[in-house]
């Protein structure tokens, strides 16, 4: 399979194949999983995907923002192959697994803040988020959290509780993790308080401490703020300057944990290793998963040093950090680092998020373009004026995309999302860039 820009399409789209496959998903698979469009893969390399029926198509999701190297990129495939011959499992919870210290050693290090670091392994993104809530309150000894509005923090109870998105998340499962409480996040597009950002002086850390500590939250009962530096699922939506500091200063002030949920936004992928560190934020906990391995389940909880304080037999896991997934993830690192990518993602984020935000001055649809590197987010409404969301016309806006060789994924209500492999070139960009434009005209028609 070449590594074209140009997207192929054999047959019009679901091909018969991929018809095929979707009727036996229906018969036997969960219906919970919510499938953005009837794609239906084959194999991948790079950037390019093929399917069942031989189309070809521009991959702009990236497995959720998981690819980051690429799909199947040759150093992580020949790691995993490597390690697979040689381990396939032991359990580092029990033995000692120098491929899971390996990482471990790895991750403190490039984790943002001064002074040594302890690593946790898990399997998913929701895994570290449980983790860092039950270090947060075991190590604090409080059992209050605060998250924010438009967070996605996971599906396992614990980070549910914590995830505030979509009501679907959480609908018919309560009661959900006590002690938890949400509020507005610095999405200055649609400010809860009205208010414009800088004259609005970050209202929406001062309601924090101004009406929730002084009104109904003790303060020193809280042990943590969840935050995503730049929020995913609730749209790609990135917090003016100063507001991850305000929120440091306050969780100083009270000895409240900040825990950076880089899920989505870690390893590269807004052109530094961990996005806060856009903001010269240290945070307390890290979350990391999705992009740390290229593809292969891996998460990692990594907590300063005096704040990993619990005993053994606190917590553990019988896969977390098995040793193929962490020769992945230290391959990945390698790719990362040693292939620029970082700087890839930043320069060709830069031209995308410039050729959006062109578009969106003729766009009739589009009503806020917003990014960091290659997390860019395009969020659509039906009127300029009063923001109403398109949210209907952001799902068909997908689908335009899937059908002329795009692959995109909504985010947020009436968002869609670019997170393509941090591998992708400017000319890859500029197609996929042409392909929304196309696909955002046939729906605004
Ligand atoms: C910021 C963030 N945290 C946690 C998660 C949960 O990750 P996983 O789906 O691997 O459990 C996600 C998934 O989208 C996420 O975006």
């Not at 999701?61 to 980051?68: D, L």
């Not at 011959?85 to 803040?113: K, N, S």
């Not at 100063?242 to 949920?261: F, Q, T």
């Amino acid at each position: 399979m070449s590594d074209t820009k140009i997207p192929h399409l054999a047959t019009s789209l679901p091909g018969p194949e991929a018809r095929a496959v979707v009727a036996r998903n229906d018969r036997a698979v969960t219906p919970s999983l919510p499938h953005a469009y009837p794609l239906v893969v084959e194999r991948a390399q790079g950037v390019v995907v093929e399917d069942v029926d031989g189309n070809r198509f521009l991959d702009c999701a990236a497995g959720i923002a998981v690819c980051s190297t690429g799909h199947c990129h040759p150093r992580v495939v020949e790691a995993i192959q490597e390690q697979a011959a040689r381990l396939l499992h032991i359990c580092g919870a029990d033995f000692y697994d120098p491929m899971y210290i390996g990482l471990a050693e790895r991750l403190g290090d490039l984790a943002p803040g001064d002074g040594p670091k302890k690593v946790f392994l898990g399997n998913s993104g929701a895994e570290a988020v449980e983790a860092a809530l039950k270090l947060a309150r075991h190590h604090t000894g409080r059992a209050r959290e605060l998250a924010f509005f438009g967070a996605f923090h996971g599906r396992t109870m614990g980070a549910v509780s914590l995830t505030a998105s979509k009501p679907v998340y959480r609908g018919g499962f309560g009661p959900l993790v006590p002690g938890i409480t949400h509020v507005p996040y610095a999405y200055c597009y649609r400010c809860t308080y009205n208010l414009t950002y800088p004259a609005c002086n970050l209202a929406c850390v001062s309601y924090i401490e101004d009406m929730l500590f002084a009104r109904s939250i003790p303060p020193d009962e809280v042990a943590a703020i969840f935050v995503e530096p730049v929020q995913g699922e609730g749209g790609y939506i990135v917090p003016p300057p100063g507001w991850l500091s305000r929120l440091r200063a306050l969780c100083d002030k009270y000895d409240i944990l900040l825990v950076d949920d880089e899920v989505q936004s870690g390893m590269g992928r807004t052109g530094k290793m961990f996005a806060i560190e856009h903001w010269g934020v240290e945070p307390d906990i890290v979350c990391s998963a999705k992009a740390l391995a290229s593809g292969m389940p891996l998460s990692a909880m990594i907590a300063r040093d005096e704040v990993m304080d619990w005993p053994a037999g606190a917590h553990g896991s019988t896969f977390g950090g098995n040793p193929v997934s962490c020769a992945a993830a230290l391959a990945t690192l390698d790719v990362i680092e040693g292939e620029g990518l970082m700087a890839n993602a930043s320069r060709v984020g830069e031209r995308l998020l410039g050729n959006l935000r062109e578009l969106a001055e003729e766009s009739r649809l589009i009503g806020d373009v917003r990014g960091l590197g290659l997390m860019i987010g395009v969020e659509l409404v039906r009127d300029k004026e009063t923001k109403e969301m398109a949210k209907e016309e952001t799902d068909r806006v997908a689908r335009e995309c899937f059908e002329r060789g795009l692959l995109v994924l909504p985010c947020g209500p009436n968002s869609i999302r670019f997170s393509p492999p941090l591998i992708i070139t400017e000319a890859q960009a500029d197609a996929a860039f042409e392909i929304f434009a196309e696909a955002l005209l046939a729906v605004e028609r």
